[in-house]
């Protein structure tokens, strides 16, 4: 979104407004590159309606941010982090990443006190994977790199826990921290497994018990979305699959059986730091959480991976510190129950 200029986010706001009714006070990100922006366009993308800037820091150290292919240095990250309070925007979010090759928990404890010194009001904190086809991974098969110590990066999500709740964040997501009242909307709609429209190409959608996205090519998404001439949803509004694969630029569509969309709500849950409110399970899916998972949960129970607790009347389900950490085995474990 960054290598738009302030006069084509305005008019791109001005397609969503006209298109959809937005709520007052909706929150309106963009995700910026620190390269990419100035002060002025910042300034406009703020007079356009954006009200929330995420920035890509990635790294706050020079060799860490070549290695990872960033065009900026820390100089630069440092610079866009203060030209968004320049530029008027109170809610700032930062992208940071841990378990780099050749990273040492020192490194990230600079990192993590480097950030929270510039005080963005999020904090985003993901450990690299190494996916395949990426030149990470052509790197590490090739043995340019050596795969980082997992041990050593669950030291550092362990560090990044408590700097970051002594510096005032609240780790609502696993990987995500907020000052007080400023959480991602945008994610939280994915970890509470909402519906959502993606718009664009390469964009993903979910709603109506259907996953669909579009062709990744921008051109062949603008040649595909000329050819649709259909003005409106079919049942109301909702769309089924029948009609999803009729719309040129949907490339391919996926049903969501209730026993795949209760698994997935349990995982995405699973990630929040209050875990799965067993009252709302009950009344999304018409029935009990222990009912559906009494066979597997003793076993994780056991393990120390979760816990049950009350909070204002109400009984949740949460990962322990330990499972946060091991959160994948949880959730294989659950998903596996249910397949």
């Given at each position: 979104p960054s290598l738009l200029n302030a006069k084509q986010m305005d008019a791109l706001m001005r397609s969503i407004s006209e298109s959809f009714d937005l709520k007052s006070g909706a929150e309106i990100t963009a995700e910026v590159n620190p390269d990419d922006v100035d002060k002025a366009r910042l300034i406009?993308?703020?007079?356009?309606?954006?009200?929330?800037?995420?920035v890509g820091i990635q790294a706050l150290d020079d060799p860490q941010l070549a290695l990872l292919g960033r065009r900026h240095g820390l100089e630069g990250a440092v610079k866009a982090l203060m030209m968004t309070r320049e530029?008027?925007?109170?809610?700032?979010?930062?992208?940071?990443?841990?378990?780099?090759?050749?990273?040492?928990?020192?490194?990230?404890?600079q990192t993590l006190c480097g950030l929270v010194d510039l005080e963005p009001d999020h904090i985003s904190a993901y450990c690299l994977t190494f996916e395949e086809g990426t030149p990470f991974e052509k790197m590490l098969m090739s043995g340019q790199i050596?795969?980082?110590?997992?041990?050593?990066?669950?030291?550092?999500?362990?560090?990044?826990?408590?700097?970051?709740?002594?510096?005032?964040y609240y780790g609502y997501e696993i990987s995500n921290w907020s000052r007080p009242g400023v959480e991602s909307r945008h994610n939280l709609t994915y970890w509470y497994n909402l519906p959502y429209l993606g718009v664009?190409?390469?964009?993903?959608?979910?709603?109506?018990?259907?996953?669909?996205?579009?062709?990744?090519?921008?051109?062949?998404?603008?040649?595909?979305?000329?050819?649709?001439?259909?003005?409106?949803?079919p049942n109301g509004g909702l769309p089924n699959q029948a009609f999803l694969e009729t719309i040129p630029h949907v490339i391919e569509v996926e049903h969501i059986s209730p026993s795949l969309e209760i698994a997935e709500t349990v995982i995405m849950a699973l990630r929040l730091r209050d875990g799965i409110d067993r009252k709302g399970f009950e009344s999304r899916f018409n029935i009990d959480f222990?009912?559906?998972?009494?066979?597997?949960?003793?076993?994780?129970?056991?393990?120390?991976?979760?816990?049950?607790?009350?909070?204002?009347?109400?009984?949740?389900?949460?990962?322990?510190?330990?499972?946060?950490?091991?959160?994948?085995?949880?959730?294989?474990?659950?998903?596996?129950?249910?397949?």
């Open positions: 406009g993308f703020r007079n356009a309606g954006i009200n929330r800037i995420s530029a008027g925007f109170d809610n700032v979010s930062a992208d940071l990443m841990y378990g780099l090759p050749n990273q040492t928990v020192e490194m990230w404890e050596v795969e980082p110590d997992p041990d050593v990066a669950a030291e550092m999500y362990e560090l990044s826990e408590r700097t970051l709740r002594v510096s005032g664009g190409p390469g964009a993903h959608s979910h709603m109506a018990q259907h996953r669909f996205h579009s062709v990744l090519s921008p051109t062949e998404y603008m040649l595909r979305v000329q050819l649709w001439n259909v003005s409106k949803f222990n009912d559906v998972f009494c066979e597997v949960l003793p076993e994780i129970e056991e393990l120390g991976l979760i816990e049950e607790y009350r909070s204002d009347n109400k009984i949740f389900t949460r990962l322990t510190p330990k499972g946060r950490l091991l959160g994948n085995q949880v959730f294989s474990r659950l998903l596996g129950h249910l397949s």
